[in-house]
C-alpha cells in the first residue's frame, strides 16, 4: 500500500500526519510502528491521523498512535500541528476547530502569530480516572497538594520517587528534580512508566522550576520513549506545580524541543496551551502488507 503522509513538529515532538478525511487507511500496530520508524520508515514520535467529524457540533475527529502502535488518547503537540493541517489543506477555512479525541473534545485556535492555542479541557485528578491505584499508600502533603512515593523495585535499595499524578485526557506522574539535564530520564522513566500502580502506564514527567513563572521540563513518554517535547506533559507538570503552591497561573515551559507557553486559572478551568506547529515535508511511502 503506497500512502501520503505530511511530516509535522511542535517544539520537536514529531509526527507523521494522515489524511483520512476521505476514508480509513485500515493501519494495524505494525504498520503505525513502521512508519514511525526513523531508519526504515519516515520516523515519529506518534502518527496522526485527521478523520471526518463524528457528531454534530463536531469538526474533526483525531486519531493518535504511538511509535510502539498503541492508540492513545490525547497528544497536546500533535493537536497543534492538526490544527495547523487542516488549515494548510483546507480542510477547514475556520479559525477554531471543534475536535474528537479518544479522551473528550478539545477545541486548537490558530494565532495571528502562526502559533496555535489548544484548549486541552481541565485536568483530572480522580485517581480512579487516571487510572492509578493508591492502595496501601499515604498521600504526602505538600504545598497545597500532595504527592505520592512510589519504590521503583522489589528490593530493599530501591529507589523511591515522589510522584505528582493527574490526567490530562492521558495519565502523568510528575516529580520535582534539581536539574533536568542530570535528571535519570532514561533510567527511571521506564520504570515510572510500567509501574503497576498505572495500570494503563503512564507519562514520566521530570519537573525543574525555575521561578514562579518558568520551568524546565523532560518527559518519558508512555510508548514512544523521552521526546523532545510533551504538550500534555507540560500542561499536567504547570498544573501539579500550581497546586503545589510552586507557581502562578501562566508558566512557560522550556522543553528540549522548544518553548510552550501554559495557562491554568485552577479548579475547574480548562488548560490553555500556546505553542509552535510546523510543517517539515510531505512525501509518499511504501507501507508493508498488514502482518
Not at 186 to 214: C, K, S
Request: aromatic share 6%; glycine share 12%; charged share 20%.
Amino acid at each position: 500500500m503506497r500512502i501520503r503522509f505530511t511530516k509535522m513538529q511542535g517544539a520537536g515532538n514529531d509526527f507523521v500526519v494522515l489524511d483520512e478525511t476521505r476514508g480509513t487507511l485500515g493501519l494495524d500496530a505494525a504498520q503505525y510502528r513502521f512508519l514511525a520508524d526513523r531508519h526504515f520508515g519516515v520516523g515519529a514520535d506518534q502518527i496522526l491521523s485527521v478523520r471526518p467529524s463524528p457528531a454534530p457540533g463536531i469538526d474533526f475527529q483525531y486519531v493518535i498512535h504511538n511509535a510502539d502502535g498503541g492508540e492513545v488518547e490525547q497528544c497536546g503537540n500533535g493537536a497543534r500541528c492538526f490544527m495547523r493541517f487542516v488549515r494548510e489543506r483546507q480542510l477547514t477555512v475556520k479559525d477554531a476547530v471543534r475536535v474528537q479525541t479518544l479522551s473528550g473534545v478539545i477545541e486548537p485556535r490558530m494565532g495571528a502569530d502562526g502559533r496555535v492555542t489548544v484548549d486541552m479541557g481541565a485536568p483530572v485528578f480522580d485517581l480512579a480516572r487516571v487510572p492509578f491505584d493508591p492502595a496501601g499508600l499515604d498521600p504526602q502533603p505538600e504545598g497545597g497538594w500532595h504527592t505520592w512515593h512510589l519504590a521503583l523495585g522489589t528490593h530493599a535499595g530501591s529507589a523511591i520517587v515522589a510522584v505528582a499524578v493527574l490526567s490530562m485526557g492521558n495519565p502523568h506522574a510528575v516529580q520535582i528534580v534539581a536539574d533536568v539535564d542530570t535528571a535519570p530520564v532514561a533510567a527511571q522513566g521506564p520504570l515510572i512508566e510500567h509501574h503497576p500502580r498505572f495500570p494503563q502506564r503512564v507519562n514520566a514527567g521530570f519537573m525543574q522550576v525555575v521561578d514562579r513563572t518558568h520551568l524546565r521540563l523532560r518527559v518519558f513518554e508512555r510508548g514512544a520513549g523521552e521526546t523532545l517535547a510533551c504538550g500534555t506533559g507540560a500542561c499536567a507538570a504547570v498544573v501539579a506545580g500550581i497546586r503545589l503552591g510552586l507557581l502562578d497561573t501562566r508558566v512557560d515551559v522550556q522543553t528540549r524541543g522548544g518553548l510552550l507557553t501554559i495557562e491554568w486559572a485552577g479548579d475547574g478551568a480548562p488548560v490553555l496551551m500556546t505553542g509552535p506547529a510546523i510543517t517539515v515535508f510531505e512525501g509518499d511511502i511504501e507501507v508493508p502488507d498488514p502482518s
